[in-house]
C-alpha cells in the first residue's frame, strides 16, 4: 500500500451530494483496497461522528448547507489538532487555499472527472495517516522518555552503586521493546568489561559473551565502540551487521535483535557501560540515542554522588571534630520537620541544655515560645533553599533563643540547606551577639553625647562668642585697633575661635557619614563651591571632565570648598587653582607655596597647623568626606611647585 501503513486505515467522507458520495467511496477503495470508506451528507453528523469515533483521516467538501468545510475543519481543530483532514472540492479559489491552510487543513485538492483524480486523491489520503503514524512514533519515543524518569527517581533514592545499576538494568529489561539489559564496570588495564548488574531475559549469555575496548574482533561490537569514543554506538540488526558477529549466535538465540552500548560518562570519568538489548531491528534512531546518551550521563552522576557521599560520610569523624570546636552554636536539623538531628558543644552552653535534651527537640523550641508566631517566618527561612543571615524578626526586634533558665540571648543565625549522604538538611549556626548588642548601645550613648557636644559648641559657645565679637567691633570702629595691638591679636583669636567651632562641630555632627548618596556631577560641584570658597582674584580651570559619582553632594561641595580656601589662605588672593583628573580618581592643584614633604602626612591630622593661624581642621575634614566615599586622599607637589591633593577610588582601584 503506497503511503498507508500495514493496517487499515479508516475514513470519514463528507459531501453534501450523496450520489457523488457513493462513487467517491467505491473509487477509493478501488484505487486504495485498505482504505474503509464511511460517507456523510450532513456536515454536523459528520462533526458528531468524528467527536466520538475513531478515523485516521477526514475528506470533506468545502461549499454545504449549515457548515462549510472550513468550519467543519475549524471545529473538528478545536478538539483534535492532529486528525489528518483533505480538503477536496471543486472551489479552487486561493481564497478557499488560504482560509484552509490557516484553520490546519492536512491537505487540499481539486474535484476532477476521472478515475485518476480519485487515485491521487488515495495518495494523498495515505500520505497524511503515514505523518500522523509518524508522529504516533514520537509518541513511543515518549515513552521512552517516560522510562528514562523512572530510572532517574530510582536513582535520586539510591543510596549505593550496587542498587543503582541493578534499578537500572530492571526498569529496561521490563520496559518494550527492551528484552535484557546489563551494567559492566571497565578495567583500563585489561581493557575489558566486567558485567555486576543485570536483569531480563538473559538465561547465560554473559557468559557466552565477553566485552573488551581493544581493537580486535571482540572489541568492535557496540560496548566496545562506545568505551573508546565514550559515545552511543548501536548495531540495528544483529543478523547481518559484521562488527556484531562473534555474539550473533547467542544473541538470536535469545531474541536479540537490536543493541546500544551506552557509555557511563560523568565529567570526563568512565563509570562503566549500559547494554540495551531489544527484541526488533531498528529499535535506536538518532533520537532514541539521544535520549540514552543522557540515561548514561545520569546514571554516571548517580554513581559519582554515591562515591562521594560515602566519602563525606568516611570523613564526617574528622569534620564533626572541628564543629565541636567551633567558637559559635552550631545546629543541624531535618529540612523537612525541623527536628534537631545534632549539636555542638557550644550549643549546649548556648541554650544550657545537654546534648540529650537537644537532639531531637523542634526547631521552633529554640526560640522563646510565647512568641511563636514571631518566629514562623525565619523558621521557613531556615528551612528553605538560599543561605540566610538574620539578627533581626520582621518587626526589627532581636533574633533571641532562650536558655533553659529562661535568660533571653540575642543571636544572629546563618543558616542554609544541604544535601548530605541523600538526605536534606538545615544548618543553623548560632552567634550569641550579647556583647555585640551592648557595644552597639554604648556607642549610640557615646554618639549621643557627642551630638550634645557638638550642639554646646555650634549654639551655647556661639553666644560669647558674638560679644565678644561685638565688643570688638565697636573698638574697631573707635579706631582703638590702631593703637592697641592686643585687639588686633584678639580679632585674629575670634577668627580661628570660630574656625574650629565650625570645623569640630562639623566632625562631630557628620564625621565619616555620607547622607542621601545621589549621582552627582563633581564639575558641577566644584563649580558651586568656587562660588563660595574661591576669591574674587584667584582663577579655578576645571581642565577635565570629572564625571559623575554616587555620593553626597552637600558633603562633596564641603570637601571643594575646604581645598578652595586652603589654597587662598596659603597662597593668597590671587592663588590659580586647576582641578582634573588621573587614573581613577581627580586631583585639586595650586600655585602657592606647596606642603613640604616633612608635614604631608601630618597635614590630615586635626589640629594641625603650619603657624599661619588657620583652624587645622580643613584638611581633616576633607580626608573625612574622601573615606565616607570610599577614597584615598595624598598630598604631592603640582606642577607649578605648589600643593596637589589626590583622590583615589579605592572600591575600583
Request: glycine fraction near 8%; charged fraction near 30%.
Amino acid at each position: 500500500m503506497s503511503g498507508c501503513a500495514s493496517a487499515s486505515a479508516r475514513v470519514l467522507h463528507v459531501d453534501d451530494d450523496e450520489a457523488l458520495l457513493d462513487l467517491s467511496a467505491e473509487l477509493l477503495e478501488r484505487a486504495e483496497p485498505r482504505l474503509a470508506v464511511e460517507s456523510e451528507a450532513d456536515p454536523t453528523v459528520a462533526l458528531d461522528r468524528v467527536r466520538s469515533e475513531a478515523f485516521d483521516c477526514v475528506v470533506s467538501d468545502y461549499r454545504m448547507p449549515e457548515l462549510d468545510g472550513i468550519e467543519l475543519l475549524r471545529r473538528v481543530r478545536e478538539f483534535d489538532d492532529s486528525l489528518p483532514f483533505v480538503l477536496f472540492t471543486s472551489d479552487g479559489s486561493e481564497t478557499v487555499a488560504s482560509e484552509a491552510i490557516s484553520a490546519g487543513v492536512t491537505d487540499y485538492l481539486q474535484k476532477e472527472t476521472g478515475v485518476e483524480r480519485y487515485e491521487l486523491l488515495a495518495n494523498r489520503i495515505c500520505n497524511a495517516i503515514r505523518r500522523t503514524r509518524a508522529e504516533q512514533k514520537a509518541a513511543e519515543l515518549e515513552r521512552v522518555t517516560e522510562v528514562v524518569r523512572q530510572i532517574n527517581r530510582t536513582l535520586v533514592r539510591a543510596t549505593s552503586r550496587e542498587q543503582i545499576e541493578r534499578a537500572v538494568c530492571e526498569t529496561l529489561s521490563d520496559s518494550e521493546p527492551y528484552r535484557f539489559a546489563y551494567v559492566g564496570r571497565y578495567d583500563p588495564e585489561a581493557e575489558t568489561v566486567e558485567p555486576t548488574a543485570w536483569a531480563g531475559f538473559e538465561a547465560g549469555y554473559l557468559d557466552d559473551i565477553a566485552v573488551t575496548a581493544a581493537q580486535e574482533p571482540k572489541g568492535r561490537g557496540p560496548g566496545g565502540r562506545a568505551i573508546r569514543t565514550r559515545e552511543v554506538a548501536v548495531v540495528q540488526d544483529v543478523t547481518d551487521d559484521p562488527s556484531f558477529e562473534p555474539w550473533r549466535e547467542s544473541a538470536l538465540e535469545r531474541g536479540y535483535r537490536a543493541v546500544a552500548g551506552v557509555p557511563l560518562v560523568y565529567r570526563g570519568e568512565l563509570y562503566g557501560l549500559l547494554g540495551v538489548y531489544a527484541d526488533r531491528s531498528g529499535a535506536f534512531d538518532d533520537e532514541e540515542r539521544a535520549i540514552l546518551s543522557e540515561l548514561g550521563a545520569d546514571i554516571a552522576h548517580a554513581i559519582h554522588a554515591v562515591e562521594l557521599r560515602d566519602e563525606l560520610r568516611a570523613s564526617r569523624q574528622k569534620y564533626r571534630a572541628v564543629v565541636d570546636t567551633a567558637p559559635d552554636a552550631i545546629f543541624l536539623a531535618d529540612a523537612e520537620t525541623g527536628v534537631v538531628k545534632q549539636a555542638n558543644a557550644e550549643a549546649t552552653r548556648l541554650l544550657g541544655r545537654s546534648m540529650e535534651e537537644l537532639v531531637g527537640l523542634d526547631q521552633r523550641r529554640l526560640h522563646p515560645p510565647d512568641d511563636a508566631d514571631r518566629y514562623r517566618d525565619l523558621f521557613e527561612e531556615q528551612l528553605g533553599e538560599g543561605p540566610t543571615v538574620r539578627t533581626e524578626l520582621a518587626d526589627g526586634s532581636d533574633v533571641l533563643v532562650q536558655r533553659a533558665d529562661g535568660e533571653r540571648v540575642p543571636v544572629e543565625i546563618n543558616a542554609s540547606t544541604v544535601d548530605i549522604g541523600g538526605e536534606r538538611v538545615s544548618i543553623g549556626i548560632f552567634r550569641d551577639v550579647s556583647e555585640r548588642r551592648e557595644q552597639t548601645k554604648e556607642l549610640a550613648r557615646q554618639n549621643r553625647r557627642l551630638e550634645r557636644f557638638a550642639r554646646v559648641l555650634s549654639h551655647d559657645l556661639q553666644t560669647p562668642l558674638n560679644v565678644a565679637r561685638g565688643r570688638l567691633e565697636l573698638a574697631l570702629a573707635d579706631g582703638v585697633a590702631e593703637r592697641d595691638d592686643d585687639l588686633v591679636a584678639l580679632d585674629d583669636a575670634l577668627d580661628r575661635t570660630e574656625d574650629l567651632v565650625e570645623h569640630l562641630s562639623t566632625l562631630m555632627l557628620r564625621g565619616r557619614v555620607v547622607d542621601d548618596p545621589v549621582e552627582t556631577s563633581l564639575n558641577e560641584v566644584a563649580e558651586s563651591a568656587w562660588t563660595t570658597a574661591g576669591d574674587p582674584a584667584a582663577s579655578l580651570d576645571i581642565a577635565d571632565d570629572l564625571g559623575v559619582v554616587y555620593g553626597d553632594e552637600s558633603r562633596l561641595r564641603e570637601l571643594f570648598e575646604n581645598l578652595f580656601s586652603n589654597a587662598v589662605e596659603h597662597a593668597g588672593p590671587e592663588v590659580s587653582v586647576t582641578v582634573g583628573t588621573h587614573g581613577n580618581g581627580f586631583y585639586v592643584a595650586d600655585d602657592g607655596p606647596g606642603v613640604p614633604e616633612a608635614d604631608r602626612e601630618a597635614v590630615f591630622t586635626g589640629g594641625f597647623t603650619a603657624g599661619d593661624g588657620g583652624s587645622g581642621w580643613g584638611l581633616n575634614i576633607v580626608q573625612e568626606i574622601a573615606i565616607a566615599h570610599d577614597w584615598s586622599i595624598s598630598v604631592s607637589e603640582s606642577a607649578s611647585g605648589g600643593a596637589r591633593f589626590e583622590f583615589h577610588d579605592v572600591a575600583h582601584a
